[in-house]
């Protein structure tokens, strides 16, 4: 009933930039928090930033400064800027979201994008 689609994800050089973005469709009646998570190989998949409806915004500490979450309530999107990468942020990024469904606005669900590979080069 609801997809969430990745973009923006590639190789690039150490200390380059990426952002990616993430587009939620479907049968949505609201959306309480979006985010990004990240799973390197070997790594278990971990917070990268979270943003809930109203603002408010959490990061992974290591990631503080170079990170930058925003959404567009609207649009029902998120996008995470991600400047001066590092090849330890090498990762495949997966976009979530918790939805409530317009049949059943009732119950929140948690859904999760396909990934999207982030490779950086050193």
């Known amino acids: 009933q609801v997809q969430l689609v990745e973009s923006g994800g590639g190789l690039v050089q150490a200390g380059g930039s990426l952002r990616l973005s993430c587009a939620a469709s479907?049968?949505?009646?609201?959306?309480?928090?979006m985010g990004w998570f990240r799973q390197a190989p070997g790594k278990q998949r971990e917070l990268v930033a979270i943003?809930?409806?109203?603002?408010?915004?959490n990061y992974a500490d290591s990631l503080k400064g170079r990170f930058t979450i925003s959404r567009d309530n609207a649009k029902n999107t998120v996008d995470l800027q991600m400047n001066s990468l590092k090849p330890e942020d090498t990762a495949v990024y997966y976009c979530?979201?918790?939805?409530?469904?317009?049949?059943?606005?009732?119950?929140?669900?948690?859904?999760w994008g396909q990934g999207t590979q982030v490779t950086v080069s050193s």
């Open positions: 979530n979201a918790d939805i409530k469904l317009s049949g059943s606005s009732d119950s929140l669900y948690r859904y």
């Open positions: 479907g049968s949505i009646f609201s959306i309480n928090a």
């Open positions: 943003i809930i409806s109203g603002g408010r915004t």
